[in-house]
């Protein structure tokens, strides 16, 4: 089993700064790329921003120059740190990772999709 856990939520005032982390744990060979996503009150889920790998990150209009995700391979873990906070960044945020499920022998090994049970960040003053 994949496991994904999400800290570091939480409330901050507009203009504020927060740091997201998710580890992943379990039977893991390899993890692909990973990604924040978002989901405010009646909106749909939306992608945040994703990293490669190799570390090549892309984001959303509405979170570039503010947003920066990263990631630690050796720890199996992808960070997002958030800047200048507005309210309307105020959502559920859920760490997704596609990851390469150990296994023996080695063509038994598949990619999945996982997702962390997400984690409130809300910006309110």
């Known amino acids: 089993q994949v496991q994904l856990v999400e800290s570091g939520g939480g409330l901050v005032q507009p203009g504020g700064s927060l740091s997201l982390s998710c580890a992943a744990s379990?039977?893991?060979?390899?993890?692909?790329?990973m990604r924040w996503y978002r989901q405010a009150p009646g909106n749909q889920r939306e992608l945040v921003a994703s990293?490669?790998?190799?570390?090549?990150?892309n984001y959303a209009d509405s979170v570039k120059g503010r947003f920066t995700i990263s990631r630690d391979n050796a720890k199996n873990a992808v960070y997002l740190q958030m800047n200048s906070l507005k309210p309307e960044d105020t959502a559920v945020y859920y760490c997704?990772?596609?990851?390469?499920?150990?296994?023996?022998?080695?063509?038994?090994?598949?990619?999945?999709?996982?997702w962390g049970q997400g984690t409130q960040v809300t910006v309110s003053s």
């Open positions: 997704n990772a596609d990851v390469v499920r150990d296994a023996t022998p080695s063509w038994l090994r598949r990619k999945s999709a996982y």
């Open positions: 379990g039977s893991i060979f390899s993890i692909d790329i």
């Open positions: 990293i490669t790998s190799i570390g090549s990150a």
